[in-house]
């Protein structure tokens, strides 16, 4: 089978040599997703539930350059270094996910690549 990558031109992928995304067939795998912008700083400092619809939404963009949509998405995962921002980042994904309910976790880390981030989320996706 193919091996397509897809890239969002992220601060990290080249150096650190990693994708956005990945599909095979009929699967995509999209890496952690942070809200970073060009300097790898969150666009939404402070902000969990800014940080974490904005990472859903590039999630989505990744989905859909791979051929695949919300709807496909069949396991999510949840970093989050605050356990007092879990219901804002709950609140994101059940916006996103309420209809569609994948296998979903969420675990609370001492941090991420940034301080600036709060939360990092990744998606599986199958058709």
Known sequence: MTRRLISSGGPWEESAGYSRAVVIGEA?????T??????????HPGDAGAQARAALEII???LA???FEL???????????????VPAVLEAHGQRF?????ASAM????????????VEI???AHR
């Open 107 to 118: 675990v609370i880390v001492a941090g991420l690549i940034e301080p600036s981030l709060l």
């Open 98 to 102: 309420g209809a569609i309910r994948p």
């Open 28 to 32: 995509c795998w999209v890496s952690g």
């Open 65 to 67: 350059d791979g051929g």
């Open 122 to 124: 990744e998606a599986d």
């Open 34 to 43: 942070t809200d970073a912008g060009p300097d790898g700083r969150s666009r």
């Open 71 to 85: 709807g496909d998405v069949v396991r999510t995962r949840m970093y989050v270094t605050d356990a007092a921002n």
């Open 60 to 62: 989505e963009q990744a």
